[in-house]
C-alpha cells in the first residue's frame, strides 16, 4: 500500500508561490498521480493531475496556467508548483495515486490518499 505524505504548505501574500512535494513510500512509476483540494465548508476539488511516466497532465480550468504539476519518478516525488496565488486557492491540498489507469479529475478514481497540507494565501 502506497503512503503519501504531502509537504510545502504555508501562508503566502497574494501573487505570491509556493510550491507543495508528496513523498511516496515506494515506488509510485507506474501509478497516475493527481492533486486535489478542499477549503472550509467546500466539496473536495480536482486541481491537476499527471500520467505515470509524466508526459500528460491536466488541470482545473481555476489553476491552469499558474500551476504546475511533475514528478520525479526517481525520488518516488509528486511537486505543484504554485505560482500567482489568490485568496480563493486557500485549501488543504492533498495528493493522491491511482492503483492504474489515466490520470482523472475524478477523486474517487484515486485508491491512495496524503493526509494533506494547509495553503493559506493572504490579501
Known amino acids: 500500500q502506497v503512503q503519501l505524505v504531502e509537504s510545502g504548505g504555508g501562508l503566502v501574500q497574494e501573487g505570491g508561490s509556493l510550491r507543495l512535494s508528496c513523498a511516496a513510500s515506494e515506488r509510485f512509476s507506474r501509478n497516475p498521480m493527481g492533486w486535489f483540494r478542499q477549503a472550509p465548508g467546500k466539496e473536495r476539488e480536482f486541481v491537476a493531475a499527471?500520467?505515470?511516466?509524466?508526459?500528460?497532465?491536466s488541470y482545473a480550468n481555476s489553476v491552469k496556467g499558474r500551476f504546475t504539476i511533475s514528478r520525479d519518478n526517481g525520488q518516488n516525488t509528486l511537486y505543484l508548483q504554485m505560482n500567482s496565488l489568490k485568496p480563493e486557492d486557500t485549501a488543504v491540498y492533498y495528493c493522491?495515486?491511482?492503483?492504474?489507469?489515466?490520470?482523472?479529475?475524478?477523486?474517487?478514481?484515486?485508491?491512495?490518499w496524503g493526509q494533506g497540507t494547509q495553503v493559506t494565501v493572504s490579501s
Open positions: 493522491a495515486a491511482r492503483s492504474y489507469g489515466l490520470p482523472s479529475p475524478r477523486a474517487r478514481d484515486y485508491d491512495f
Open positions: 499527471i500520467s505515470s511516466g509524466g508526459s500528460t497532465t
